[in-house]
């Protein structure tokens, strides 16, 4: 009951829409007769199908993905030369035979006349290339073609709308064409909220093959430099009048009309290589700096073209390439554009994002490239550093300051700190806008609580739980963390180093006889505070070869009697690194002197560098420890100046002396 | 019941439950070997080290009597007395029989010290804790004063003050802690006898036997002074009292706060027992109350400690264990005064 | 003997001003008047409670105020308005507090102390209540627990604020009983009174005080006057003369 009525008000929905367009639409498109089709296409002509097409030759990507949403895939015979680069579309359209392009290369219409198509959809550049030619051509073999162009982003609306009625696919058309308006109506919605103080003046370029010039700018009659204008800033390009909407300016011509005025210089490229190389020396080159925008550091990079991960292009893409664009100029106005192409995609059968399982068993999705992250537990920041990916941390854990390595080897004082896994600063990580926040799940005292996390999840950003509070934990905080940063190769690796580390510590430890077995208690914030049957401690205690007497009593740290440590008798002690005592306390403490870890002086403190169980480091501790509880059966000081050297890219020698 | 009989029971309750609770522990020690043990000690300082006796036990026996039992079963009764004593001249002093030593913010201001300590100075937790406390109780009485006359009502609201903002500062730090240190304030927090070694009792010995001995020697004028302002006409003059009597406690009380964390409701409790079965008279009400302060707590501990296989904190049992004694009271007096 | 030479003190809006009197041993002094009007006042600077503006009390010729706490509870004997017991002491630990001042900080009282406190509820037919919680007692009782704590010391003077809120019985047992020790002790008393009649009856002086001032001194068949009264209680009064004593009756203003 309720689906049908639900199909009745969309028809009726569609009904009224598509009244509205032909009363308004320029290049509207009327029924004359059932089973016979009229469009007006956008080069003016009026273009009749006698029936609903069922051979496509489709000249370029981005429209062939309309018909990819429309459900079209298998009408598509023949393809233009750039539609195999494009990622959007499936693998069997982009092997479909090409035909050739309106640009480069000719046309092969024998291939054309080969595939028998009922019609042919090509781009209109107004006649300046080959579009006229391919017009005729395919006119003088008796094959309708429809000429789709976008001046505007609107019209890229519109073609969806023509694709829909030439292939008798209104309804589906119209749900894309009625969530790229929404879009663009938030867009509009937001952009006059912005007041006029600040309204920015824009450039936008593509990316300069040499930073001297030519430069191409775009200006009027491009749709992408009409985005300027519809987020609600203004362009300057179209102060003047340019023979073409793509001109040519060398820097000296760009620097004299606008220098003084561009708030904002926006870069496109289709290449990610070029445009992040091309942003980079914009900014750092001394002519460049003339222009306004540069000195101030406001030059954004948008990609362009059909690779995964690009939007701004002509096609259903461009609605979130205008909120990229937004983005870029007003960051404090527009939302997440990542969460918009996620919707958009949605219609392509895609995710932007790609779903990560935490350890909650939460499913996340995440953006495929994550750029920003928040991370609010000190050890995940660490992995970063080793894969390299250190950089994308734009807010921290307060508590980051406390580790050692950190400290040490990054930057990460500089870092925003944004709170603590259990107290984290919504507001602040928010204004951030990071792609993902990593914290630390479960219901500890540090754990980020449940409010906060729905709290983040409102706002549009993932959140990713992990534990560390076992090394089964660690290894699969690796394989999340990795995988959210497409470092899944390098994660392997490091959880296979690390299980290695341990195995080799847990094949040493095996070879010990039961009756050559050392007691060995773990001694937290005080001496009498010891590590029970369960934690990180006593796994590393066992797994080194030793008993935990104290395993006897239940918990993780558990205050007992001097005297049961005394009756234990344990013959090696461990003190937690950031307990306010040293071995020497114990030794000179007449309490203790007749145990046995006393007497032989075998009372250690765990080193500041292995302070952490729940870093990958705890690997070493556990090598620490057999070095300890039985000496000469590892060479503690090598495999340690290796680990370290492996991820950390410094020896364990040299950074103890350093630490210390 | 005869008066003379429970007066006797309760004077010497302390030296039975000191040797009750020597006896017992973690460590499996045969009671017969604690006896020789003991005994042998006992000898031998009484006789100046000219007669001992060759016991064959191993070392260890010993270690576990004189270095770890003894000093924890002397400090948790020299703790246990002084909360007491000072329960019982702070409700004497502020004439209200709901408060403890706490009242002046010297918990409050050692909780803070000791999280200073344990999180971000190089310093003693003990030192700190026995400092900042007595710097709450200073400022407390120096807020009391801010009116121009310390009375009960300046010198309760200053302690409430006091407690807030010292209580504040110290959520400040837990707050700019990691957990692992923050377990540690939070442990502190709770009281233990556990780290208790011969410089613990000395450190605890000095004031607090120093204080229950002043305190004792100037018992009777606590009736006058719980007379409040209307003491004054007697003779005596109410502030300088007031101060001398409140600067003796604190200093027992912070010096035992500061080695063993906080441990509730024991000032409170302790006094009113006595109250009740002896009246309220000074002259016995401090005598009793060390006694019985003493022998509570040092049982209190022992429980603590063989409950589970691992420690309770002291600081929660006496909590638990104050405050269906309370309820009780409470109803006895059906919430009224505690006069009629 | 206490003599009062011009007493002025003041605390915000309220004055007491240029207060002059005499008392003999053995004379009561009532200071008579309103609520409000600084009786308690007065009394608390004749003590030193409150300090008035300059020298102006003397006991036996020597300047009482500026005397030790110690020194003053020897010598003179207050008995408060009122009274808050923090803790349900013994009638006996009540009275014998008023020995304080002859201890040391370091002392307890003696058996020997604890026999003068006796002695003192005897005189003052307590003494079956002295081991009665003095919480327990009645008003009338507590009052008497007060002044044989105040007199336990042998004072030369007595300040007593007796009657506020006892019945008429309790009224005059008590104020019987002020009379008869002072006269037997020759004690020095001033006492506070709101009512005319009792004045008359137990007073040797009587000073009447309004607004801070001392309207008039002397014996009470000078004071007690219709005009003077009307003055200071603000009603319409009439004297009536029985057996040598002043009466002061009221004014019906309506008929009945």
């Known amino acids: 009951m309720k689906s049908s009525k639900t199909l009745v008000l969309l028809a009726m929905l569609v009904l009224a829409i598509s009244g509205c367009i032909q009363n308004t639409a320029e290049t509207g498109n009327q029924i004359e007769k059932p089973g016979k089709i009229t469009v007006t296409d956008f080069a003016g002509r009026n273009v009749t199908l006698k029936k609903v097409p069922e051979r496509v030759i489709v000249l370029t990507g981005y429209w062939a993905e309309i018909l990819h949403i429309l459900g079209l895939d298998d009408r598509i015979v023949g393809i233009g030369t750039y539609v195999p680069g494009d990622q959007y579309l499936p693998e069997d359209v982009r092997q479909k035979p090409a035909v050739g392009s309106s640009f480069k290369g000719g046309f092969n219409w024998e291939t054309v006349a080969s595939l028998e198509p009922d019609l042919i959809i090509a781009d209109w550049y107004g006649g300046k290339y080959m579009d006229e030619e391919i017009i005729e051509k395919a006119e003088e073999i008796g094959t309708p073609v429809v000429a789709l162009t976008a001046k505007s982003v609107e019209d890229n609306v519109e073609v969806v709308e023509i694709l829909g009625k030439v292939f008798g696919k209104d309804e589906e058309a119209e749900e894309l064409s009625n969530w790229m308006r929404n879009k663009l109506e938030e867009v509009d919605q937001i952009a006059s909220q912005i007041p006029a103080d600040k309204k920015k003046n824009v450039l936008v370029i593509s990316a300069p093959k040499g930073l001297s010039g030519p430069v191409t700018v775009y200006a009027k009659g491009s749709a992408w430099a009409s985005i300027v204008e519809l987020v609600g800033a203004h362009n300057l390009a179209f102060d003047k009048e340019f023979d073409t909407q793509w001109p040519k300016l060398d820097l000296e011509k760009i620097i004299a009309y606008w220098g003084e005025s561009a708030d904002v210089v926006i870069v496109v490229s289709f290449n990610q290589e070029k445009l992040e190389k091309a942003v980079n020396e914009i900014k750092n080159d001394p002519r460049w700096k003339e222009i306004k925008a540069v000195r101030e550091g406001n030059v954004y990079g948008i990609l362009a073209g059909t690779k995964f991960g690009h939007f701004l292009d002509w096609g259903p893409r461009i609605v979130v390439g205008v909120y990229q664009f937004g983005c870029a100029i007003y960051p404090e106005y527009y939302p997440r554009w990542q969460n918009v192409a996620d919707e958009l995609l949605s219609f392509y059968g895609m995710g932007f994002n790609r779903t990560v399982v935490d350890t909650e068993g939460r499913e996340v999705k995440v953006p495929l490239k994550v750029e920003r992250v928040v991370v609010l537990i000190s050890q995940v920041a660490e992995m970063m550093y080793c894969w390299g990916e250190f950089d994308k941390i734009v807010g921290i854990t307060r508590y980051s300051k406390d580790n050692p390595l950190l400290v040490k080897l990054t930057s990460v004082e500089e870092i925003p700190a944004v709170g603590s896994g259990r107290d984290p600063n919504v507001e602040a990580i928010i204004s951030l806008k990071p792609d993902v926040v990593i914290t630390y799940g479960g219901e500890y005292g540090y754990s980020t609580p449940k409010t906060v996390i729905d709290q983040l999840e409102k706002a549009g950003i993932p959140v990713i739980l992990v534990e560390l509070d076992s090394l089964d934990e660690v290894y699969q905080t690796i394989e999340i963390v990795g995988k959210i940063l497409d470092r899944e190769n390098e994660a392997r690796d490091m959880a296979d180093y690390v299980e290695r580390t341990v195995a080799l510590v847990k094949e040493e430890a095996g070879k010990i006889p039961e009756d050559k077995r050392v007691k060995a208690v773990w001694l937290w914030s005080k001496p009498t505070k010891v590590t029970g049957n369960s934690g990180v401690t006593n796994d590393l205690i066992v797994n080194a070869g030793a008993i935990n007497p104290a395993s006897e009593v239940e918990g993780k740290y558990v205050e007992v009697q001097l005297e049961k440590i005394v009756a234990w008798n344990p013959d090696v002690i461990v003190i937690w690194n950031s307990a306010r005592y040293e071995p020497e306390d114990l030794i000179n403490d007449p309490r203790w002197q007749d145990i046995s870890a006393i007497k032989e002086r075998r009372v250690y403190k765990q080193p500041a560098l292995l302070s952490d169980t729940w870093s990958i480091r705890v690997a070493v501790l556990q090598a620490w420890l057999l070095d300890k509880f039985y000496p000469g059966r590892i060479d503690f000081e090598s495999l340690a100046n290796e680990f370290f050297e492996h991820f950390y890219g410094v020896s364990y020698e040299e950074l103890e002396k350093e630490v210390k | 019941m005869n008066r003379k009989l429970v007066l006797l029971f309760f004077l010497v309750s302390p030296i039975l439950s000191f040797f009750f609770t020597l006896c017992i522990g973690a460590y499996p020690l045969p009671l017969s070997a604690i006896v020789h043990i003991i005994a042998a000690k006992i000898l031998e300082i009484v006789t100046f080290g000219r007669f001992t006796l060759d016991l064959n036990y191993p070392p260890v026996y010993e270690t576990i009597l004189f270095q770890i039992r003894l000093p924890r079963v002397i400090t948790a009764m020299l703790v246990g007395s002084a909360l007491a004593v000072s329960g019982a001249v702070l409700q004497a002093t502020f004439r209200n029989p709901l408060v403890d030593s706490y009242i002046i913010g010297i918990s409050a201001g050692a909780a803070f010290g000791a999280a200073l300590a344990i999180g971000f100075l190089p310093a003693s937790v003990e030192v700190l804790a026995f400092v900042f406390s007595m710097v709450a109780m200073f400022l407390t009485y120096t807020l009391a004063r801010i009116s121009g006359k310390v009375t009960v009502i300046t010198l309760i609201l200053a302690g409430i003050i006091i407690n807030a903002f010292f209580s504040a500062l110290t959520s400040l730090l837990k707050f700019l802690m990691e957990h692992e240190k923050l377990a540690g304030v939070v442990y502190w927090l709770m009281g233990s006898f556990a780290t208790a070694n011969w410089n613990v009792v000395l450190r605890v010995a000095v004031p607090v036997i120093a204080g229950c001995i002043v305190v004792h020697l100037m018992r009777w004028h606590l009736n006058v002074l719980s007379m409040g302002e209307e003491a004054q006409i007697l003779g005596i003059d109410v502030g300088k009292m007031r101060v001398v009597y409140i600067s003796v406690v604190s200093l027992m009380t912070a010096a035992a706060v500061a080695h063993c964390g906080i441990i509730g409701w024991v000032g409170l409790i302790m006094p009113h027992i006595v109250r009740m079965a002896f009246g309220p008279d000074h002259k016995s009400l401090i005598p009793l109350s060390i006694a019985l302060g003493s022998t509570f707590m040092v049982l209190a501990d022992t429980l603590a400690r063989s409950i589970a296989t691992y420690e309770i904190p002291i600081g929660i049992l006496t909590t638990l264990l104050g405050i269906p004694f309370f309820t009780y009271l409470l109803r006895k007096t059906r919430g009224g005064g505690w006069n009629a | ?114 026999k003068r406190a006796l002695e003192k509820l005897r005189l003052l037919g307590m003494e079956r209540f002295k081991d009665r919680p003095y919480t327990q007692l009645s008003g009338g009782q507590l009052q008497l627990v007060l002044i044989a704590r105040a007199l336990i010391q042998e004072p030369r003077v007595l300040l007593d604020e007796p009657t506020a809120h006892l019945d008429f019985k309790n009224q005059v047992k008590i104020l019987g009983i002020i009379k008869r020790l002072t006269r037997e002790e020759k004690i020095a008393a001033v006492i506070t009174l709101h009512d005319p009649n009792l004045a008359s009856v137990y007073s040797d002086k009587i000073a009447l005080v309004k607004e801070g001032e001392i309207k008039a001194v002397g014996v009470p068949r000078e004071i007690l006057r219709e005009e003077i009264l009307r003055e200071v209680y603000s009603v319409p009064v009439q004297i009536f003369e029985l057996n040598g004593f002043r009466v002061v009756m009221p004014v019906m203003e309506v008929t009945i």
């Open chain 3, 1 to 114: 003997m206490l003599k009062v030479e011009g007493l002025s003190f003041s605390y915000g809006d309220f004055t007491v001003e240029n207060v002059c009197f005499e008392v003999k041993d053995g004379e009561i002094l009532t200071l008579l008047g309103p609520n409000g009007s600084g009786k308690t006042t007065i009394l608390k600077n004749v003590y030193g409670l409150l300090r008035p503006k300059k020298k102006c009390v003397f006991v036996d010729g020597k300047d009482f105020p500026s005397l030790s706490l110690k020194e003053r509870a020897k010598l003179a004997g207050y008995v408060p308005q009122s009274h808050h017991p923090p803790f349900p002491y013994t009638v006996l630990d009540v009275v014998v507090m008023g020995l304080t001042s002859q201890l040391s900080v370091f002392e307890s009282p003696r058996e020997e102390h604890y």
